[in-house]
């Protein structure tokens, strides 16, 4: 399903430079970009950052913004005209600029970052919204990088157990930071991926309740969250968490889940643990249902895997490729 976010900013002229860009994966990125908070409301402050990663000259940074207003329908009602914040020359160390007055309600930012380096240019493109989102149904963007059928979107959404929801919002952006740019292979990706948050809250059920509580409690406009790949019921209190109805629950705190849900969810991957959910995949499998084919699997990894990884997950007839360390 097309989303309407990017459909409404195409219709109305809007520029979309997310999506149609050049180099869409990185190793080892010299700067990592957020904003804080994610979420804002239309008064508080908004600081962007470009964390340094690794070592790696920059010649020129600069950072630039375009606030555009949006009504219920998202359709571009005020269009923003990008204006330079502020630039950087041969900057060391982490860059931040705080737009210490709010953009105000029904806003759509997008920031976009532009690094020099001694051996080419590169720009970022980031769009969020302020809190409230007024499209109706909708889930708001808070770190949208491009086209919702280019790249995977991942919904979060509130379980009605959150006592805060400041927290809750400071843990999504943490879901960002320390699990997806993290994660080696997903921050080689990070461009590829898009990420919002849910007005309307759902609850989340515990794995060995499931006879007594029955599945997750959807959230109201959960027809709506069809376009994205995952759908991430973020939850305060301990549960063993699972799938359901399109949507996996995890402790909103804990980033190992979030990762392992999405590894389902988004890369379609099957557990390698022993007592896990088990099935081999028409493409790409991680999982084989016998030890010769796995064996035979491990010339598709070059160097990095060996006939000799392939081994049994526990007792349970299914095997995957391993390294002695996994
Ligand atoms: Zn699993």
């Known amino acids: 399903m097309k989303n309407l976010f990017v459909l409404k900013m195409k219709q109305a002229g809007f520029v979309v430079l997310m999506g149609m860009s050049f180099i869409s994966c990185e190793k080892n990125p010299i700067t990592l970009v957020l904003h804080s908070p994610i979420y804002p409301s239309e008064s508080q402050a908004v600081t962007y950052t470009a964390e340094r990663v690794t070592d790696g000259s920059i010649t020129t940074a600069k950072l630039y913004e375009t606030v555009n207003t949006i009504n219920s329908s998202n359709t571009i009602t005020t269009a923003g005209t990008e204006t330079l914040l502020q630039t ?47 499209v109706t149904n909708m889930p708001a963007p808070v770190y949208a990088q491009g086209d919702p059928d280019d790249v995977f979107d991942l919904v979060f959404i509130p379980d009605t157990d959150i006592t805060n929801i400041n927290t809750f919002y400071t843990h999504c952006s943490g879901v960002i930071r320390q699990s997806f740019f993290d994660e080696s292979h997903t921050q080689f990706w990070r461009r590829q991926h898009n990420f919002y948050i849910n007005a309307q809250t759902g609850h989340a059920t515990d794995y060995d309740r499931r006879a007594i509580d029955g599945p997750h409690q959807l959230p109201s406009n959960n027809s709506f969250l069809s376009f994205a790949e995952g759908k991430a019921l973020m939850h305060q209190n301990d549960l063993r968490d699972w799938a359901s109805g399109g949507v996996f629950s995890t402790e909103m705190q804990n980033r190992g889940t979030v990762m392992h849900e999405a590894g389902h969810s988004l890369y379609g991957l099957k557990d390698e643990y022993g007592n896990g959910t088990h099935a081999q995949q028409a493409e790409f499998p991680n999982n084989w249902s016998t030890l010769a084919g796995a064996q035979a699997a491990a010339s598709d990894y070059g160097s990095c895997k060996e006939a000799s990884d392939a081994v049994e997950m526990g007792s349970s007839g299914w095997y995957h490729l391993c390294v002695s360390n996994c």
């Open 88 to 134: 950087w020359n041969n900057p060391s160390g982490d860059l931040s600029f705080t737009k210490s007055s709010g953009h105000g309600d029904n806003k759509l930012v997008t920031y976009r970052w532009v690094f020099t380096t001694p051996d080419q240019t590169k720009s970022f493109n980031v769009t969020y919204a302020t809190n409230p989102y007024p």
